[in-house]
């Protein structure tokens, strides 16, 4: 059974940095795309980041967050410089249930807090 669990979140203030994680489990990972979504009180949920053999940014996070993997701990982590307000939201780890595929295994979510 596939698992993925975020830490890392927290409060920050604007203009300062977070490092999120995500750890997976119950299968190989090598080969699959792993991406960051976040979801805002009131909002649908967007895409931010994701990392397979090339790594794709949302247009509003480019240049701030940065997406890596450790594939031998099956790790991907997302660091996030220069905070924003509008970046508070939940956080959520994500990677496909096939090769190829849409993003259908999910974490639980890691609360961002950015204050002004």
């Known amino acids: 059974q596939v698992q993925l669990v975020e830490s890392g979140g927290g409060l920050v203030q604007a203009g300062g940095s977070l490092r999120l994680s995500c750890a997976a489990s119950g299968r190989t990972f090598s080969g699959y795309e792993m991406g960051w979504f976040r979801q805002a009180p009131g909002k649908e949920r967007e895409f931010v980041a994701r990392?397979?053999?090339?790594?794709y940014y949302a247009d509003l996070v480019r240049g701030r967050f940065t997406i890596s993997r450790d594939i031998a701990k099956n790790t991907v982590y997302l660091q996030m410089n220069s905070l924003k307000p509008e970046d508070t939201a939940v956080y959520y780890c994500?990677?496909?249930?096939?090769?190829?595929?849409?993003?259908?295994?999910w974490g639980q979510g890691t609360q961002v807090t950015v204050s002004s």
């Open positions: 990392i397979g053999v090339m790594t």
């Open positions: 994500a990677t496909q249930k096939r090769l190829g595929g849409a993003f259908e295994y």
